[in-house]
Structures are given as structure tokens and as C-alpha cells.
């Protein structure tokens, strides 16, 4: 079995705060266009001056993100470069397709294919931090962030010395990417404001978000934000199937659901996605906080890195803040958050965290 | 490395044919894939050599039992399919009943070759249509669902991309899952189709030959592109011995590592290739000198042959050990090039042949050493395989007789 790890800083750029907001939570943005943006950083600092002029957003999103976590864990030069992303720089890829289709196959540039290659932003963080080390990218749709996660805990378990990891996400959206995912009902009509989204749960559909998160793990307990102690996930399971994974895994680590202080649920408002979390929800008992988190930064591959920085940030306060609360638990601290979170496209996944103090 | 881990079923599709026999036949008999493309449906078919599997998507359906048409299934989920169809058909598929095992896939442009010809009906206000069947399929996790789907598996998914260097990182990770504990069993690979949108953004970059490219060669001027699919079932040694598996190679070292010099360009003295092959090396507890054959990256790009052959000249100077790129016989196959290049590292072994360089005429002046141009019978014993991406992206392989 693997060992946990730490997580020593975290960083985001999310629809509701980014890295160089202060507070948590506090001010919750309602936006009530289905299409939950970013609210971008100043990137300067963050980035390469004369490359950063030529840099799409998701670029500029994911790597001043990754910098701004190194920057808080005190890390020049990380040891590892792992990231996950479900569908990289759309913003390239739309225009490299686009311009390929009008020009007919002639007089191209070369940027946008450049930046559409999902690992780029890898490259780029290697590039800034000169990090030579082990580098991965996981392009896994609904998984592509635990995915990152999980190597970052085996990288850490092979690992005989100290060792710093910096372990990621970004995704964007379009307003094509929106069109096109419409056809095939993916988002909610009509579109509610997203905080009251999942007060529409009885409905099908969506909305949609976007965002990158981005921690330091290592190998090292002293002044880490909490431990990562497990994760597991799931393509094309069934509700049965994730309810009867969750059990082991907590047993494997000393605990039972009744343990779990905090259950952070990526619920998105589709009734026909709730079974697991309906599941989830009667299952746990009194204890236990169950809480939400995709109407503050809307559905996409990789919101549970947002939901990750929530954790570490919970953790932090010794609080949950109360737009995320859907039924409050009588527990006391907060010792054991679980994440339990799903995708559109069936896959599911579980996170376990746990308080160091 | 602990336990040893080793390679027992294989199954591949490339420019050079579907499965072992016709790959090897291909190798042997110094026969390239190359051609013009037939079923890319891009305007510079005339133009550029590609390596292009035979098959047409009707043919690649009916080896596989779908429908022919609009069926939803991109060509390079299908290629992937035939590739693994020959590794299911040659192992106990009692082997995956259970859920220990993973299913490492690796892609870097999804399924954009079905994607490009209908993006306009896409982003359209048409809401009905046979494109409806390809909406979700531009995605890298595309292939890697429909393999899991198709063939009934429950595995552990991931899909990489890390440009051309993903399926070798497959490889790597397969490895480490298994060495800690996590599967049993991995089945690694890669797989990409021809596009429009990679011919044309590699052709941005000005670094694709049209005509037959030609690695290591001082008058070299680019790459061609190819297209298939390679998957590797790697379990440890006691695993396979256990169950009276054939063993077909030890995976005995590998290294992953950035050159953290240039999004595109490697780092000219080839710094960042020498030390991923350094590194392998030293994760195989092997000597340079233990190594019989290097299969390069070789894509016969101006940048990247420089470097690399720097690197292995550097590396190699007290031995000169038989190197070749086999990117002239199958093009430079993306996201599948590491798996496939590792079957060819494999067969060298089990065959006792380097593979030739083809186009192979004069020596870059930087360089003292030339690549191997024939059929070479040699004793090998350890091959190191080479795949550099963009992103500094450095893996370096090493195979071993079993």
C-alpha cells in the first residue's frame, strides 16, 4: 500500500478567487451566464516578459498558477513536473483547426499548434524553474487531475530523500466548446445563476467552468496543509460500484465513513448524475458535513483540483465556509475530508485527506 | 530496480502492416511504409510522403466487427483497437477478469482526424447529423475508453501526452504501478492517426520532408509523418513465469526527464538527451557498453539529430555501438512512436538484428559516427530506445534478453 504524502502549499485561479486574492471564499461571485470563467491574476511576475506576449490564457492560467505554488512553498527548482488536463489550450486548438479550415491548408503560423500540445505548459514550467526532473502530463478527462495526483504520491513513495513535487491542473472553456457540448445536452436549460444551481438538481444538464489549481506534495510532514492518503478512480462504474469502493478504501486507512468529517461532493446539478451523491448522502450519518462545490466554479475535467484547494484551505481555517455546506455535521474539528467527484463522460474518483495536526 | 518486469504480449499497426510477422518481414526486407496518403483527406497529399496505415476506416471497422460508415469510432481509436485486438488474441484474457490491472494509454490529438473534416457542422447551428456520433471524441481519453469498452475491461485508465515521447512514458508508468504494488498487470501503449491539423502544424514549423525523410543524414531536412498503434502487456518476471507465459524482452531501465532549454527545440549539444540515456542506464544498472543497439528518436529534423547524435556520440565514444532511426520505414508516429519503436527494440533482440537507417548517405559534419544502413546480425543483448518530444520532453528505454 502506498504511503501518504503532504501537500505544502496550494494555488488556484478559479471563476470565484485567484492566487492573489486574499480571504477565502468571501466574496461569492453570481454568474448567471452558465459559463463560469476565471477571474485572471496579473500573470506578470509570474511569467516569461517577452514569451508572455504570445501566450494564450490557458498557458498564462496554468503556469503563473504553478509558479505562484512554488512561490509559497519557498521552491526555486521543484524535483517533478506532473500536470492533468482534460482538453488543454482549447483557445489553440479551436484556432490552429479554424485557421487551417479557412486558409485552406496554407500559410499557417506555428503558435497555436505549439500551445495546443497538452504538454506544453509542462514545458514551459520546466523551462522557468529549470527543473530537469520527471516530467508527466495526463490528458484523462474526468481523471486527468488525480491521475497527476497519484503519480505524485508513487513519485514520492519511490523517492529515498527529500523530495518536491509540483502537482497541477488547468482546463478553459469557449464559447464554441459551449455550443458544440450543447448539442449533446450536456448544460441545464434554462440556465440558472450558479449558485443556485443545485437547487435544480431535478433536471438534467449543467454549467459549465473552468479553472487550474496547482499544490506542492511532498515526502515531508513538517508545515504541510494536511496529507494525501489515498486516491482511487473509476471509468464507466455504476453507483453500486463507487458507494462499494469507498468502504475499503477508507478501512484500508484505519477508518469508516462515520470518520469523515467533510464530504466534498462534485454534485453539478444533473439529475442524472446524482445517484452517487443521493447515495452518499444517506449513507453518512450525523457527523459528517456533506458539501458542494461546482456552483462556485462550474463543471469541467479538472474541478477537482479546485475542490482539492478547498480542502487545503478548509484545513487551514478549521472552518467550512457556509456556501458550501448543504447538511451540517456534528463534528467537531476537521480531521478527514473526503472528495468524492464525477464527470460528465462517467468517470468518478475519491480522494482522502487528512489533517496533520 | 526491484523485481524484474517483462514484456509478454504484444500487438501493433503501423505504415509497415498489422502484427509481428508483417513488421518484421518489413524491417528484414528494408521495405518503408512511405506514401503518399490515400485516405488523409488533406491537399497536400500530392506533396508530402506519409507513413499511412493501408487500411481504410471501413477495413479497419470490418477486422473488428463494427459497422462500416459513420460508426463514431475515429480512426485512431480503430487503430488502436487492431493493435490491441493481436495483444488480446495472444493472451489469456482470463488475465484481465479482475480490475488489477492498468490500461496505459497515450495520445496527442485525440480524435482530430474525424474532428477536423466536420468541425464547421460542429459550430454550426445544425443540432442534427453523423457528426453528433463524434462530439465527445476530440479528447486524448477517447481511444482510451473505447479500448476499455470494446474489449470488456475494468482496468486503471490514464492517458498521457507529453508529445512525442507519450507512449514511452506508458511504458514508464506501467512499470512503476506495477513495481509499487498498485496492478498486477499493465497493458502500455500508444496510438495516433494521420491529420490535417498535425501534417499542417508540423508543416508551419517548416520541418516536414516531402519526400522520404532521412535521419542522421547531413541533408536531412525534416520528418515524415506516420500513423498507428503499439500496446505491451508487462507483468513482473515471477508473474509470467508463474502462469508459463512467453516471455519476449526484460523492460530492465528507463528514464523521464525534462531539457528545461526550449518549448520546441532540444538543447543543441544534446545535454538533455545524455543524461535521460545516463540515467536509464544507471535505473538498469547497465553500463553504456552493455548496450548492443540504440533505436534513436531520430526524426530526422535539423534539431533534433544534431542533438541526439551529440548525445549518443558522447555517450557511446568508447564503443561504437550500432544506432538507427526506424522513422523512414514508419514516419514519426507521435504519441505511438515510443510503443512501437520499443516492439522494434524487442524483435532486435529476439531476431539478433539492428535495423538499417534507410536514406542514409552522408554523415552531419558534427558527427564521427554514422548509423547503422543494413540488416545487421549482431549479438544483442541490450537496446536503449529514444523518444524526445516537444515540451523538453526526454525518455530514454531499455530492453534486455529474456
Same mark, same amino acid.
Given at each position: 500500500?502506498?504511503?501518504? &504524502?503532504?501537500?505544502?502549499?496550494?494555488?488556484?485561479?478559479?471563476?470565484?478567487?485567484?492566487?492573489?486574492?486574499?480571504?477565502?471564499?468571501?466574496? &461569492?461571485?453570481?454568474?448567471?451566464?452558465?459559463?463560469?470563467?476565471?477571474?485572471?491574476?496579473?500573470?506578470?511576475?509570474?511569467?516569461?516578459?517577452?514569451? *508572455?506576449?504570445?501566450?494564450?490564457?490557458?498557458?498564462?492560467?496554468?503556469?503563473?498558477?504553478?509558479?505562484?505554488?512554488?512561490?509559497?512553498?519557498?521552491?526555486?527548482?521543484?524535483?517533478?513536473?506532473?500536470?492533468?488536463?482534460?482538453?488543454?489550450?482549447?483557445?489553440?486548438?479551436?484556432?490552429?483547426?479554424?485557421?487551417? *479550415?479557412?486558409?485552406?491548408?496554407?500559410?499557417?503560423?506555428?503558435?497555436?499548434?505549439?500551445?495546443?500540445?497538452?504538454?506544453?505548459?509542462?514545458?514551459?514550467?520546466?523551462?522557468?524553474?529549470?527543473?530537469?526532473?520527471?516530467?508527466?502530463?495526463?490528458?484523462?478527462?474526468?481523471?486527468?487531475?488525480?491521475?497527476?495526483?497519484?503519480?505524485?504520491?508513487?513519485?514520492?513513495?519511490?523517492?529515498?530523500?527529500?523530495?518536491?513535487?509540483?502537482?497541477?491542473?488547468?482546463?478553459?472553456?469557449?464559447?464554441?466548446?459551449?455550443?458544440?457540448?450543447?448539442?449533446?445536452?450536456?448544460?441545464?436549460?434554462?440556465?440558472?445563476?450558479?449558485?443556485?444551481?443545485?437547487?435544480?438538481?431535478?433536471?438534467?444538464?449543467?454549467?459549465?467552468?473552468?479553472?487550474?489549481?496547482?499544490?506542492?506534495?511532498?515526502?515531508?510532514?513538517?508545515?504541510?496543509?494536511?496529507?494525501?492518503?489515498?486516491?482511487?478512480?473509476?471509468?464507466?462504474?455504476?453507483?453500486?460500484?463507487?458507494?462499494?469502493?469507498?468502504?475499503?478504501?477508507?478501512?484500508?486507512?484505519?477508518?469508516?465513513?462515520?470518520?469523515?468529517?467533510?464530504?466534498?461532493?462534485?454534485?453539478?446539478?444533473?439529475?442524472?448524475?446524482?445517484?452517487?451523491?443521493?447515495?452518499?448522502?444517506?449513507?453518512?450519518?450525523?457527523?459528517?458535513?456533506?458539501?458542494?462545490?461546482?456552483?462556485?466554479?462550474?463543471?469541467?475535467?479538472?474541478?477537482?483540483?479546485? /475542490?482539492?484547494?478547498?480542502?487545503? $484551505?478548509?484545513?487551514?481555517?478549521?472552518?467550512?465556509?457556509?456556501? %458550501?455546506?448543504?447538511?451540517?455535521?456534528?463534528?467537531?474539528?476537521?480531521?478527514?475530508?473526503?472528495?468524492?467527484?464525477?464527470?460528465?463522460?462517467?468517470?468518478?474518483?475519491?480522494?482522502?485527506?487528512?489533517? &496533520?495536526? | 530496480?526491484?523485481?524484474?518486469?517483462?514484456?509478454?504480449?504484444?500487438?501493433?499497426?503501423?505504415?509497415?502492416?498489422?502484427?509481428?510477422?508483417?513488421?518484421?518481414?518489413?524491417?528484414?526486407?528494408?521495405?518503408?511504409?512511405?506514401?503518399?496518403?490515400?485516405?488523409?483527406?488533406?491537399?497536400?497529399?500530392?506533396?508530402?510522403?506519409?507513413?499511412?496505415?493501408?487500411?481504410?476506416?471501413?477495413?479497419?471497422?470490418?477486422?473488428?466487427?463494427?459497422?462500416?460508415?459513420?460508426?463514431?469510432?475515429?480512426?485512431?481509436?480503430?487503430?488502436?483497437?487492431?493493435?490491441?485486438?493481436?495483444?488480446?488474441?495472444?493472451?489469456?484474457?482470463? %488475465?484481465?477478469?479482475?480490475?488489477?490491472?492498468?490500461?496505459?494509454?497515450?495520445?496527442?490529438?485525440?480524435?482530430?482526424?474525424?474532428?477536423?473534416?466536420?468541425? %464547421?457542422?460542429?459550430?454550426? $447551428?445544425?443540432?442534427?447529423?453523423?457528426?453528433?456520433?463524434?462530439?465527445?471524441?476530440?479528447?486524448?481519453?477517447?481511444?482510451?475508453?473505447?479500448?476499455?469498452?470494446?474489449?470488456?475491461?475494468?482496468?486503471?485508465?490514464?492517458?498521457?501526452?507529453?508529445?512525442?515521447?507519450?507512449?514511452?512514458?506508458?511504458?514508464?508508468?506501467?512499470?512503476?504501478?506495477?513495481?509499487?504494488?498498485?496492478?498486477?498487470?499493465?497493458?502500455?501503449?500508444?496510438?495516433?492517426?494521420?491529420?490535417?491539423?498535425?501534417?499542417?502544424?508540423?508543416?508551419?514549423?517548416?520541418?516536414?520532408?516531402?519526400?522520404?525523410?532521412?535521419?542522421?543524414?547531413?541533408?536531412?531536412?525534416? %520528418?515524415?509523418?506516420?500513423?498507428?498503434?503499439?500496446?505491451?502487456?508487462?507483468?513482473?518476471?515471477?508473474?509470467?513465469?508463474?502462469?508459463?507465459?512467453?516471455?519476449? /524482452?526484460?523492460?530492465?531501465?528507463?528514464?523521464?526527464?525534462?531539457?528545461?532549454?526550449?518549448?520546441?527545440?532540444?538543447?543543441?549539444?544534446?545535454?538533455?538527451?545524455?543524461?535521460?540515456?545516463?540515467?536509464?542506464?544507471?535505473?538498469?544498472?547497465?553500463?553504456?557498453?552493455?548496450?548492443?543497439?540504440?533505436?534513436?528518436?531520430?526524426?530526422?529534423?535539423?534539431?533534433?539529430?544534431?542533438?541526439?547524435?551529440?548525445?549518443?556520440?558522447?555517450?557511446?565514444?568508447?564503443?561504437?555501438?550500432?544506432?538507427?532511426?526506424?522513422?523512414?520505414?514508419?514516419?514519426?508516429?507521435?504519441?505511438?512512436?515510443?510503443?512501437?519503436? /520499443?516492439?522494434?527494440?524487442?524483435?532486435?533482440?529476439?531476431?539478433?538484428?539492428?535495423?538499417?537507417?534507410?536514406?542514409?548517405?552522408?554523415?552531419?559534419? $558534427?558527427?564521427? *559516427?554514422?548509423?547503422?544502413?543494413?540488416?545487421? $546480425?549482431?549479438?544483442?543483448?541490450?537496446?536503449?530506445?529514444?523518444?524526445?518530444?516537444?515540451?523538453?520532453?526526454?525518455?530514454?528505454?531499455?530492453?534486455?534478453?529474456?
Amino acid at each position: 500500500m502506498m504511503q501518504p &504524502v503532504y501537500i505544502s502549499s496550494a494555488s488556484v485561479i478559479s471563476p470565484q478567487q485567484h492566487f492573489e486574492d486574499v480571504g477565502f471564499l468571501a466574496d &461569492v461571485h453570481d454568474i448567471a451566464e452558465g459559463m463560469l470563467y476565471v477571474r485572471e491574476p496579473n500573470y506578470r511576475g509570474y511569467i516569461n516578459p517577452v514569451a *508572455i506576449r504570445r501566450m494564450s490564457k490557458l498557458l498564462k492560467m496554468g503556469i503563473s498558477c504553478g509558479m505562484s505554488a512554488l512561490q509559497r512553498a519557498g521552491i526555486e527548482k521543484p524535483d517533478a513536473i506532473i500536470t492533468g488536463t482534460g482538453r488543454g489550450s482549447m483557445v489553440d486548438t479551436e484556432q490552429f483547426l479554424l485557421n487551417m *479550415i479557412e486558409m485552406d491548408e496554407e500559410a499557417l503560423t506555428p503558435t497555436s499548434f505549439i500551445q495546443s500540445t497538452y504538454n506544453s505548459i509542462n514545458g514551459w514550467l520546466a523551462l522557468q524553474t529549470k527543473c530537469t526532473g520527471y516530467n508527466q502530463t495526463y490528458v484523462n478527462r474526468g481523471t486527468s487531475f488525480e491521475l497527476a495526483l497519484f503519480d505524485a504520491q508513487m513519485l514520492l513513495n519511490e523517492a529515498e530523500q527529500e523530495m518536491h513535487v509540483l502537482a497541477g491542473c488547468f482546463d478553459e472553456i469557449t464559447p464554441d466548446y459551449i455550443k458544440v457540448k450543447s448539442k449533446i445536452g450536456y448544460w441545464k436549460q434554462p440556465i440558472p445563476a450558479n449558485t443556485d444551481l443545485l437547487k435544480h438538481s431535478n433536471t438534467p444538464g449543467t454549467i459549465a467552468g473552468e479553472g487550474s489549481a496547482f499544490f506542492t506534495l511532498t515526502n515531508k510532514k513538517e508545515n504541510a496543509l494536511c496529507s494525501l492518503q489515498a486516491i482511487a478512480t473509476m471509468q464507466d462504474a455504476e453507483p453500486a460500484e463507487v458507494m462499494a469502493a469507498i468502504n475499503p478504501l477508507l478501512n484500508k486507512h484505519g477508518l469508516a465513513l462515520d470518520d469523515i468529517d467533510l464530504l466534498l461532493c462534485g454534485m453539478n446539478g444533473d439529475s442524472r448524475q446524482m445517484e452517487v451523491y443521493n447515495q452518499l448522502s444517506q449513507s453518512a450519518n450525523g457527523h459528517t458535513t456533506i458539501a458542494a462545490f461546482k456552483h462556485l466554479c462550474g463543471e469541467y475535467d479538472t474541478s477537482s483540483g479546485f /475542490a482539492t484547494w478547498i480542502a487545503t $484551505e478548509i484545513f487551514k481555517a478549521g472552518e467550512i465556509p457556509d456556501t %458550501l455546506v448543504i447538511k451540517k455535521g456534528s463534528h467537531k474539528g476537521i480531521q478527514n475530508i473526503l472528495l468524492v467527484n464525477h464527470y460528465i463522460l462517467n468517470s468518478h474518483s475519491i480522494v482522502l485527506l487528512q489533517s &496533520v495536526q | 530496480m526491484a523485481e524484474r518486469i517483462v514484456i509478454t504480449a504484444t500487438g501493433i499497426i503501423s505504415a509497415l502492416g498489422r502484427g509481428t510477422e508483417q513488421h518484421t518481414g518489413a524491417l528484414i526486407n528494408k521495405t518503408a511504409g512511405m506514401r503518399h496518403p490515400l485516405h488523409l483527406r488533406t491537399k497536400h497529399a500530392g506533396e508530402f510522403v506519409c507513413g499511412e496505415v493501408d487500411y481504410s476506416n471501413d477495413q479497419l471497422a470490418a477486422l473488428l466487427g463494427l459497422p462500416t460508415g459513420d460508426n463514431g469510432y475515429t480512426r485512431t481509436t480503430l487503430l488502436a483497437l487492431v493493435a490491441m485486438q493481436e495483444l488480446m488474441s495472444n493472451t489469456d484474457t482470463g %488475465l484481465f477478469t479482475d480490475n488489477n490491472f492498468a490500461l496505459v494509454n497515450a495520445n496527442t490529438v485525440g480524435g482530430m482526424c474525424s474532428v477536423e473534416d466536420m468541425y %464547421l457542422d460542429f459550430i454550426s $447551428e445544425k443540432t442534427e447529423g453523423p457528426f453528433l456520433k463524434y462530439i465527445d471524441t476530440l479528447d486524448c481519453a477517447e481511444s482510451t475508453l473505447n479500448i476499455a469498452r470494446y474489449f470488456q475491461l475494468k482496468p486503471f485508465t490514464a492517458t498521457i501526452s507529453t508529445a512525442c515521447s507519450s507512449s514511452a512514458n506508458s511504458l514508464i508508468l506501467g512499470a512503476r504501478m506495477i513495481q509499487n504494488g498498485v496492478v498486477q498487470r499493465a497493458i502500455c501503449g500508444g496510438c495516433d492517426a494521420l491529420s490535417r491539423f498535425t501534417l499542417n502544424g508540423f508543416n508551419s514549423l517548416k520541418n516536414v520532408d516531402k519526400e522520404s525523410c532521412r535521419p542522421f543524414d547531413a541533408n536531412r531536412f525534416g %520528418l515524415n509523418l506516420g500513423e498507428g498503434a503499439a500496446y505491451l502487456l508487462l507483468e513482473k518476471e515471477s508473474d509470467a513465469i508463474a502462469r508459463g507465459a512467453d516471455i519476449l /524482452a526484460v523492460f530492465s531501465g528507463y528514464s523521464n526527464t525534462n531539457d528545461a532549454y526550449h518549448p520546441t527545440a532540444p538543447s543543441p549539444e544534446g545535454d538533455g538527451a545524455l543524461r535521460t540515456m545516463q540515467l536509464a542506464l544507471q535505473k538498469a544498472g547497465l553500463n553504456e557498453s552493455d548496450i548492443d543497439y540504440i533505436n534513436a528518436h531520430g526524426t530526422a529534423t535539423l534539431n533534433n539529430d544534431v542533438a541526439e547524435g551529440k548525445a549518443i556520440q558522447r555517450l557511446f565514444s568508447s564503443k561504437e555501438t550500432a544506432f538507427s532511426s526506424t522513422k523512414p520505414y514508419t514516419g514519426h508516429t507521435l504519441a505511438a512512436a515510443g510503443a512501437i519503436e /520499443a516492439l522494434f527494440s524487442i524483435w532486435a533482440i529476439q531476431q539478433q538484428k539492428a535495423w538499417p537507417n534507410l536514406n542514409f548517405h552522408t554523415p552531419i559534419e $558534427e558527427m564521427s *559516427i554514422s548509423p547503422v544502413t543494413e540488416v545487421k $546480425e549482431l549479438d544483442i543483448n541490450h537496446v536503449l530506445s529514444n523518444s524526445f518530444g516537444f515540451g523538453g520532453s526526454n525518455v530514454s528505454l531499455i530492453f534486455s534478453r529474456a
